[in-house]
Nanobody, 114 residues
Framework: HVQLVESGGGSVQPGGPLRLSCAAS???????RVWWIRQAPGKGFEWVS?????????YYPDSVKGRFTISRDNAKNTLYLEMRSLRTEDTAVYYC????????WGEGTQVTVS
């Protein structure tokens, strides 16, 4: 069955970097686009990056463009999110997600910027 397991969250000071990982299993990882999505305290979900299966096309909203970089290693079935110049408003639970025949999300990893 499909599993997505995020890791790498933690507490960081404003302006600092953090790298998230998402280990995928149960499907042909390289065939599918994957998202990073976040939910800040008391707010709705916000997508923060998308990467296509081959890894050569990515998209970002203006809120993170230039600060976040999504990448993937299809040989390791792993998705990454490099975050730099973090701001307090980046505090959120970060999820990786994909859509095969159904939508799948991981459990999330907490990122706190303060």
């Amino acid at each position: 069955h499909v599993q997505l397991v995020e890791s790498g969250g933690g507490s960081v000071q404003p302006g600092g970097p953090l790298r998230l990982s998402c280990a995928a299993s149960g499907f042909t990882f390289s065939d599918y686009r994957v998202w990073w999505i976040r939910q800040a305290p008391g707010k709705g979900f916000e997508w923060v990056s998308i990467i296509v299966g081959s890894g050569n096309v990515t998209y970002y909203p203006d809120s993170v463009k230039g600060r976040f970089t999504i990448s993937r290693d299809n040989a390791k079935n792993t998705l990454y999110l490099e975050m730099r110049s973090l701001r307090t408003e980046d505090t959120a639970v970060y999820y990786c997600a994909t859509s095969t025949s159904m939508h799948y999300w991981g459990e999330g990893t907490q990122v706190t910027v303060s």
